[in-house]
């Protein structure tokens, strides 16, 4: 019996220890790069969590994508995204950057990915700089962490929920992390290429082709990141989404992103790939049904997390 | 079932869920730079504070040294509170596991920058009980 309980204590820790290493490598600590890949997620199943809708071959409306859906690979509460949904960054194929990028790039200090400096990041010299320069959030200048808004590209790759809600003339997103709420106009208005005034979400309007809804977007707040490796935009960016639904329980989204004041060529996602969850599995421990409320509210993340854990960990002691 | 075997099996469950908590830790953000994850220190406490809220919890505990001098510790804990809700961890079963008073035994990877602030990567109370496991298989 003692001989068995070893054995197994074996096996559970190798395979935990080695699934740990793909989660590292895919999700948090993004590396491995292989351009022109499939997508990579950051999950530690190869299959689709038990939470998720499974059936693939269910008949569905191509334009019906009313639901919830998600890219993290347990279905909701942070962390890594599923085996097939591609990982936290908007692609691990960087285009050039204008002078004007370079230095909005540089000034931007994220705590996502390998440390700066580190041996770990020093080991992967095949990999952009963008995903090995992170420092401790203490000294991040990640405007997320002061609970501003993440941004329209950011907020769509962050594996957590986003239930679309289908309108006559308007697709509304909500966003589980962070609670945010985006609106996709279908009513047939011309794109706002030139806004009186930027708003953080910018301007959407969307329109099918096909089996195929696009989705432009203008006037985006520059003091957003593209992603959470501190990629930056200006406000001439211009965002195309292309989103697909190729089967009952997956969509497909890749976006195009032009911003000739900041990157010397249009910049093509990585495919991400979103599962159907039935809302019905996303729950309190009440049982309460649907999105939880998950807030980024000031008063619990800067002046408690940050000031007394967060800070105090990266070396900055607040009196 | 034996001394031994339920000896083997405490191990084994404190294993499996110390890796649970480091599979989170690197998923989430900032923790793999701010702490020493190749380092992980057992240490006895009891809480004075817990804090269930975004973006981590956060859990706050006094501990002695050798000399019996008092330390305060901070503690990020890397799950976020709607993951723990996920696993069955809700806010008043997690705050009353955590209530102030309580002893428990915790691993922590200390901050980089030193001081008694850590990453929390596993925590069980006197009877070798998890708490706040996010790995499915420790939440009864």
């Known amino acids: 019996m003692r001989n068995r309980l070893i054995i197994l204590f074996l096996i559970v820790v190798g395979g935990l220890a080695i699934s740990t290493v793909i989660a590292a490598q895919r999700g948090a600590a993004p590396g491995g790069v292989q351009r022109g890949a499939a997508p990579r997620g950051g999950g530690q199943r190869q299959t689709l969590n038990p939470i998720f809708e499974q059936a693939t071959n269910k008949p569905f409306q191509p334009h019906d994508f009313a639901g919830v859906w998600s890219r993290n690979s347990e279905g909701f509460g942070g962390g890594g995204t599923c085996f097939d949904c591609g990982d936290r960054g908007f692609s691990d194929d960087w285009p050039s950057f204008t002078p004007e990028g370079q230095k909005r790039f540089d000034a931007n200090k994220p705590s996502y990915g390998r440390a700066l400096g580190s041996a770990d990041a020093n080991a992967h010299p095949e990999e952009h700089i963008g995903r090995r320069r992170a420092v401790p959030p203490a000294n991040d200048t990640d405007p997320a962490s002061h609970c501003n808004p993440e941004g329209l590209t950011r907020a769509l790759i962050y594996p957590d929920p986003i239930e679309f809600i289908e309108l006559p003339d308007r697709i509304l997103q909500h966003f589980q992390w962070r609670y945010y709420i985006r609106t996709i106009w279908l009513d047939g208005r011309p794109p706002l290429k030139d806004p009186d005034q930027l708003r953080w979400w910018g301007y959407s309007t969307g329109h099918w082709e096909g089996d195929t809804l696009v989705v432009e977007s203008d006037g985006v707040d520059p003091r957003t990141w593209v992603d959470h490796f501190g990629n930056p935009h200006s406000d001439e960016m211009h965002v195309q989404e292309r989103y697909k639904r190729v089967n009952y329980n997956t969509i497909e989204l890749s976006m195009t992103l032009t911003d000739p004041k900041t990157y010397t060529k249009p910049w093509v996602s990585q495919t991400k790939r979103f599962h159907l969850i039935p809302k019905e599995n996303v729950k309190t421990v009440d049982g309460w049904k649907g999105l939880i409320e998950d807030f980024c509210a000031p008063a619990d993340e800067v002046d408690q997390f940050n000031q007394r854990v967060r800070d105090p960990a990266g070396g900055v002691i607040h009196k | ?140």
Request: hydrophobic fraction near 40%; include cysteine.
């Open chain 2, 1 to 140: 079932m034996n001394k031994q075997m339920k000896r083997n099996l405490i191990i084994l469950a404190m294993t499996v869920s110390f890796i649970s908590f480091a599979t989170l830790a690197l998923a989430h953000h900032g923790t793999g730079i701010s702490y020493d994850q190749s380092k992980t220190i057992p240490i006895k406490g009891t809480v004075t504070e817990f804090r269930f809220a975004n973006p981590h919890p956060q859990l706050f505990w006094d501990s002695k040294d050798d000399k019996g001098n008092v330390q305060h510790w901070s503690g990020e804990i890397a799950s976020n509170p709607s993951s723990l809700v996920r696993v069955g961890w809700g806010r008043k079963r997690a705050e009353e596991a955590l209530k102030p008073g309580t002893t428990i035994n915790i691993m922590i990877s200390p901050a980089k920058a030193g001081g008694f602030v850590a990453l929390v990567r596993t925590i069980t109370d006197e009877n070798g009980k998890a708490i706040l496991c996010a790995n499915p298989g420790c939440t009864q």
